[in-house]
């Protein structure tokens, strides 16, 4: 960019004077807006605050409601709020006072959202377009509707976008829209491409013939990061059909601040010259940063955008002369407020000879208005991007404005606020130090913390699909494995044998497995008590490193674990892979947890002549009897916090997946493992359970199931007398009738999407699942209605299938329960959503989601864990209430609350009585390190797994008391 800088600065001073001048000429005094939005600039706390005022203020229906939530949120007045709220916040109750302020409030949020939003309705949006035609500006049309979470609503949207199109074009005049594929159907997931294609691909041929039938223009707008080639690709795909040829002009946008950027540039330009069709390219910086970097740096991932500015605006300019060099096959829109920018755009395509035509400049509605004009007048074709549509999905979009504005870095922001001089700004990127520090650093791991969640497969990628796909279909193919008990580092055969089915094929066989006896259990106690003393003298480092080295080993097949779990388990794609990488972590984590532990604890060490130390020595011979619903995870858990402590395990798992447990066993021998160290036990529960339970050698029963089997252990192991470490210690998690409130407040878009996946992801089958839906009177009949319909639209098939989320039920005896239970629902109250039997495969253990609402709490269906795809759902008239009924059931596991009202999600923190409490999030999924898990009451008995407490459950604790002092010396205290 060297050889063209002299003019990209010439053309920039130039351009900053004219707007400085244009700026003078246009001012008409601070408004109030303008006053809130520098008030919430000065102060990140103040800017989160109004932020989140913002972002709920839709959702509030009346005047108490209004005033209630401002008080929430400003508990103290401030000079630059409004003189009537600063008044009306200070004086409590009274009718009058409280219509002024909620009056104020709504006359603010109006004027912030019209000066963003060109208008709600068909004719409001056509003045806004008429007023800026008046400009001799153009436009395009953005329908807000990114939250979409059924197909119908999909369809709706549809509807409505051909309808304001049909409308805009009934004169004969020309219209631009800006499509965003999300609004257009409920499933935009990369992990299967097809079944996105299936369900978006009809509209977007709807489309592309109604707008080659009117003559207008499509743009395709770019979201987020992990949809980006999922997009382009589809488009791409369907411009090339009949329909998509017969579309007169298409666009696609490119984010600069996307690593990949340029090589998304580079196929675009290449389809077009392949195709001999030019197309629009809309370039701009990006409008997810936030969110893309938060979310990657939660999954553990690389952030796919650049963490500076400057390197963003860099990559901009580059972008920049990439197409402007193409200009015979694309146009460029350049989309950016900044001067700088916008002037290289100016620059390059006079000195790169592109014709006028193929330039124009866009801007965000109510935006740059200065910039605009100046642009006009110097002949550009400028263009206002300009949403529409209800207020509700217009706040995500007002909220992501007005943070984008107020960023530290925004040039608008930095012009605004006069933090830089005027030259700095139009610098080339990067040729001045920045103004302040960097905008993000990845934050340093606290002293001593070794353990790193391993990062979740991206699916998004095509490669990683391909693997997944590999791997599924060598196990698909692959006859049943023969497999069988392992005592003393030896296989046993069993007299009775066992065949493990797949769920979604019954008729498939995976594994044939010979089962453990009563005799063969007691075997295993023994053997594993005789490996014990070497392996209780074993360092906790050395216990670490056989560890490590089976995650690691974990790690290169989680592929072909994870597909297992698919055949064996029943379990959808990332729930799988999920599975996978939370047993992996496990033992990463209990193998850093046991060398803290052999450290020992010092207490109180500011005492002089005298050392106390607390230290854990390992029980013995620990019983793990573990779950089929995680079937790699639980396990590897339980196993690994045992042998991290110094114990030696007796491993019997479920008998529904015992093949996942075998290559458990299995990578932990080739780990390096030593024999009779652990023992591998299939059986059926019944016949091994109690005598494991009872064996006088097991010092500690760690149990995963339900709860009447783990009351029924914790009750056999008091009977059974004392082990040799003292009494029998249990560790037993038991399930969990969970629920999740909604008030009138929530954020209904992310509350339906989450609670749908915690109430039937994996059919439900999970202790942590939503069993209970606890709606606030006032939002109740409004959400189920969008409630039911995105259960509806949530796939359900095979767990071969890439986009299935709710798949079959682990076995026939389940398929039985769970329709017994749905026929005892349907008798306690009504169907909000029956179950569809015309959504049930043709083979498998399937049973379709159902919602039932309950007028009584005490119902059982209301009171027990069904382990199935039915959630029961109760109205409570306030918040107290809801807490009252979501405490009223005999578990406490799981729990969680949608809203956006401080106090009502302070309650709930106080007095929602479950193990794990999660806010505004779904109440499944709980990561080792960061979200230790487990539940009290009836749920179970024993610290968090996953968390700092849960070794020392392995462990006996002693302390250690030493005096220190000799003949009146001690070597802590010098003069």
């Not at 392992?486 to 008729?507: A, C, F, M, R």
Request: net charge neutral.
């Amino acid at each position: 960019m060297r050889t063209f800088e002299p003019a990209i600065a010439g053309r920039a001073r130039g351009l900053l004077e004219a707007v400085d001048r244009r700026e003078r000429e246009l001012s008409v005094g601070e408004t109030l807006e303008d006053r809130i939005l520098d008030w919430s600039m000065a102060d990140p706390d103040r800017k989160t605050r109004i932020l989140r005022f913002i972002d709920v203020f839709p959702a509030l229906k009346t005047d108490a409601e209004i005033v209630d939530h401002l008080k929430q949120y400003f508990p103290h007045s401030d000079q630059r709020l409004p003189l009537t709220l600063r008044a009306g916040l200070r004086v409590t109750g009274g009718l009058l006072t409280g219509r002024l302020v909620a009056g104020t409030a709504r006359m603010v949020m109006k004027n912030m959202a019209s000066r963003f939003i060109g208008g709600e309705t068909e004719a409001e949006a056509a003045e806004s377009i008429r007023r800026l035609r008046a400009q001799k500006l153009e436009y395009t049309l953005d329908f807000l509707g990114e939250a979409t979470l059924s197909e119908p609503e999909a369809d709706l949207n549809l509807e409505s976008i051909l309808s304001m199109l049909a409308y805009l074009s009934r004169d004969g005049a020309r219209a631009h829209f800006s499509v965003k594929c999300s609004s257009l159907t409920s499933f935009l997931d990369p992990v299967d491409p097809d079944e996105v294609a299936r369900r978006l691909a009809p509209r977007l041929r709807a489309l592309f013939r109604q707008a080659a039938e009117k003559n207008a223009f499509l743009h395709f707008d770019a979201e987020h990061y992990e949809t980006c080639d999922l997009v382009l690709d589809l488009v791409l795909k369907l411009l090339d059909e009949p329909d998509g040829c017969a579309l007169p002009d298409a666009g696609i946008v490119i984010q600069s601040y996307l690593h990949d950027a340029a090589a998304r540039v580079d196929r675009v330009l290449d389809w077009c010259r392949r195709h001999r069709r030019s197309m629009t390219v809309r370039l701009v910086k990006g409008a997810y940063w936030d969110s893309e970097v938060i979310r990657a740096r939660r999954l553990g991932h690389a952030e796919p955008v650049y963490l500076n500015k400057w390197e963003t605006d860099a990559a901009f300019e580059r972008i920049l002369l990439t197409l402007l060099d193409a200009h015979a096959v694309v146009r460029t829109a350049v989309a950016s407020h900044n001067l700088r920018s916008i002037a290289a755009a100016q620059a390059l395509a006079e000195e790169l000879k592109a014709p006028p035509g193929q330039l124009e400049f866009q801007f965000l509605h109510g935006m740059a208005r200065a910039t605009r004009s100046v642009l006009v007048d110097q002949g550009h074709t400028v263009r206002v991007y300009m949403p529409y549509g209800r207020l509700i999905p217009g706040m995500a979009y007002l909220v992501r404005r007005l943070l984008e504005n107020s960023s530290n870095v925004s040039f608008l922001r930095r012009r605004r606020i006069g933090d830089q001089p005027a030259e700095e700004l139009l610098n080339p990127p990067r040729v001045s130090p920045p103004a302040e520090p960097e905008r993000v650093d990845r934050p340093p791991d606290s002293a001593g913390d070794t353990f790193h969640n391993v990062p979740l497969i991206e699916f998004f990628r095509k490669g990683v699909r391909e693997a997944m796909h590999e791997a599924l279909q060598h196990r698909l193919m692959a006859n049943p494995e023969r497999i069988g008990p392992i005592i003393d580092g030896q296989p046993v055969g069993g007299k009775t044998e066992i065949l493990s089915l797949n769920p979604s094929h019954p008729d498939r066989v995976v594994a044939e497995t010979d089962l453990a006896d009563a005799q063969m259990a007691k075997d295993a106690v023994c053997a594993a008590r005789r490996a014990w003393p070497k392996w209780r003298n074993t360092s906790a480092a050395g216990r670490a490193r056989i560890l490590r080295a089976a995650a690691s080993l974990m790690t290169a097949k989680r592929h072909e674990l994870a597909a297992l779990e698919v055949c064996e388990a029943g379990k959808p794609w990332e729930e799988a892979q999920a599975d996978v990488a939370e047993a992996i972590d496990y033992l990463r984590y209990y193998a850093t947890e046991a060398e803290r532990l052999e450290a020992g604890r010092r207490y109180q060490p500011h005492v002089p002549g005298e050392l106390n130390l607390g230290m854990f020595r390992p029980r013995g011979v620990a019983a793990v009897i573990s779950p089929w619903n995680f079937p790699l995870a639980i396990p590897a858990g339980q196993t690994a916090a045992a042998l991290a402590a110094g114990n030696c395990v007796v491993f019997k798992p479920a008998e529904q997946t015992p093949l996942v447990a075998h290559h458990l066993a299995r990578i932990y021998f080739e780990a390096g493992l030593p024999a009779g160290v652990l023992q591998f036990l299939p059986g059926i529960g019944e016949w091994v359970g109690p005598a494991l339970v009872e064996h006088p050698d097991v010092d500690v029963i760690a149990f995963t199931g339900s709860r009447a089997i783990g009351e029924e252990i914790i009750k056999r192991a008091a009977a059974a007398g004392p082990a040799p470490s003292g009494a029998k210690k249990v560790i037993a998690e038991m399930g969990g009738k969970n629920a999740v409130i909604v008030d009138s407040g929530a954020d209904v878009d992310l509350a339906v999407q989450e609670c749908v996946r915690s109430a039937f992801d994996y059919a439900g089958q999970k202790c942590s699942a939503a069993g209970r839906l606890i709606l606030l009177k006032d939002i109740y009949e409004a959400f189920l209605k969008r409630f039911a319909a995105a259960v509806q639209s949530h796939p359900l098939g095979y767990a071969e299938i890439p986009s299935t989320r709710i798949s079959p039920l682990i076995d026939a005896a389940a398929l039985t329960r769970v329709n017994e239970r749905i026929d005892l629902a349907v008798r306690e109250g009504r169907w909000v959503l029956p179950p569809d039997p015309g959504r049930i495969p043709k083979e498998g253990y399937f049973v379709p989601p159902a919602i039932v609402s309950l007028t009584s709490v005490s119902a059982r269906t209301a009171q027990e864990e069904i382990f199935g795809p039915l959630l029961a759902v109760l109205e409570a008239r306030s918040i107290d209430e809801a807490i009252e009924i979501a405490n009223s059931v005999p578990y406490a596991l799981t729990g969680g609350i949608f809203s956006r009202h401080p106090g009502h999600i302070e309650r709930v923190r106080r007095h929602l009585d479950v193990g794990n409490l999660y806010i505004n999030r779904a109440i499944t999924g709980a990561v080792v390190g960061r979200q230790p898990f487990g539940g009290h009451r009836a749920s179970g008995v024993g610290s968090k797994a996953g968390g700092p407490d849960y070794l020392a459950q392995f462990c006996v604790p002693v302390t250690i008391s030493e005096n220190l002092t000799r003949h009146g010396f001690s070597p802590d205290v010098s003069r």
